[in-house]
T-cell receptor, first 114, second 114 residues
Framework: AQSVTQLGSHVSVSEGALVLLRCNYS??????LFWYVQYPNQGLQLLLK??????LVKGINGFEAEFKKSETSFHLTKPSAHMSDAAEYFC????????????FGPGTSLSVIP | DAGVTQSPTHLIKTRGQQVTLRCSPK?????VSWYQQALGQGPQFIFQ???????QRGNFPDRFSGHQFPNYSSELNVNALLLGDSALYLC?????????????FGPGTRLTVL
């Protein structure tokens, strides 16, 4: 069965500092991988996704993530945090069938300190 | 181009009552998935509808049921509400290409059961 773990339920960074949010997955075969962001009282917005090809994926708002098969990881990074990045971030996986369900991690709450 | 829309935005019910939540998918999408997000947790997959049929179901009791209409919109019904059903209910739509049907989420319906 697939599962997703996110190390650190809360992460605080200073404005301008590197953002690193960790995600590890458990799956018998490499799945499709996603990062979503959720702002307070809103739905989820897709930040980026990995399907095939280049393992370094660039997303919106300056975020990127790297798929490392050997480490079963898909960590999210951003070189310089902005105040507007404060939100809840969810890593998610989906098996490579045409319609399998998306499994979400528990989420990491990012705080940005001015 | 309208994204995924959900109604109502907020709902308050009492235990034992029944509730219906509605979702209109993003233009061009034919698949609708429903998720339950309890406070402080990641979304949990309820079920997915494609071609007006339930295609896959998560670990939720039969009290949770749904429907998809010919225009691809969908309803989520919950009978005999319990306090534990209080959550944000998210609808996600996608296009079932069979490859990488990325799900796009609506803003959610906040259900409170008293």
């Amino acid at each position: 069965a697939q599962s997703v773990t996110q190390l650190g339920s809360h992460v605080s960074v200073s404005e301008g500092a590197l953002v690193l949010l960790r995600c590890n997955y458990s799956s018998s075969v490499p799945p499709y991988l996603f990062w979503y962001v959720q702002y307070p009282n809103q739905g989820l917005q897709l930040l980026l996704k990995y399907t095939t090809g280049a393992t370094l994926v660039k997303g919106i708002n300056g975020f990127e993530a790297e798929f490392k098969k050997s480490e079963t990881s898909f960590h999210l990074t951003k070189p310089s945090a902005h105040m507007s990045d404060a939100a809840e971030y969810f890593c998610a996986v989906r098996h490579k069938t045409s319609y399998d369900k998306v499994i979400f991690g528990p989420g990491t709450s990012l705080s940005v300190i001015p | 181009d309208a994204g995924v829309t959900q109604s109502p935005t907020h709902l308050i019910k009492t235990r034992g009552q029944q509730v219906t939540l509605r979702c209109s998918p993003k233009s061009g999408h034919d698949t609708v998935s429903w998720y339950q997000q309890a406070l402080g947790q990641g979304p949990q997959f309820i079920f997915q509808y494609y071609e007006e049929e339930e295609r896959q179901r998560g670990n939720f009791p039969d009290r949770f049921s749904g429907h998809q209409f010919p225009n691809y919109s969908s309803e989520l019904n919950v009978n005999a509400l319990l306090l534990g059903d209080s959550a944000l209910y998210l609808c996600a739509s996608s296009f079932a290409t069979g490859v990488t049907d990325t799900q796009y989420f609506g803003p959610g319906t906040r259900l409170t059961v008293l």
